[in-house]
């Protein structure tokens, strides 16, 4: 199995920053696609932000120009920086990897979640 453990939430005000984290383990082959979502209190879950293996990046209109996503392919770690946050970004945020994990000799297509970490932008 594929596990990732999220890092990097808290408590900030407008106008501020954060950068959170997703570190993968496990016995990964590839990783294929990365994201983050988020999800308000009585809100549907939403796409946030997407980060394909060949660097391809897409954003929700709502964070354009403000969030920013990563990787370090090494560590099979995923980031994202988060600037001039407002308080309608407050949600609990989960990170996302689709790609192909080691299974004996062969591979098998994995698809695994964080377990969130809250992000609360208050004054």
């Known amino acids: 199995q594929v596990q990732l453990v999220e890092s990097g939430g808290g408590l900030v005000q407008p106008g501020g920053s954060l950068r959170l984290s997703c570190a993968a383990s496990?016995?990964?082959?590839?990783?294929?696609?990365m994201a983050w979502y988020r999800q308000a209190p009585g809100k549907q879950r939403e796409l946030v932000t997407t980060?394909?293996?060949?660097?391809?990046?897409t954003y929700a209109d709502s964070v354009k120009g403000r969030f920013t996503i990563s990787k370090d392919n090494a560590k099979n770690t995923m980031f994202l920086q988060m600037n001039s946050l407002k308080p309608e970004d407050t949600a609990r945020y989960y990170c996302?990897?689709?790609?192909?994990?080691?299974?004996?000799?062969?591979?098998?297509?994995?698809?695994?979640w964080g377990q969130g970490t809250q992000v609360t932008v208050s004054s």
């Open positions: 996302n990897m689709v790609g192909s994990r080691w299974y004996g000799v062969g591979q098998r297509h994995f698809d695994s």
């Open positions: 980060l394909t293996s060949t660097g391809t990046t």
């Open positions: 496990g016995s990964i082959f590839s990783i294929n696609a």
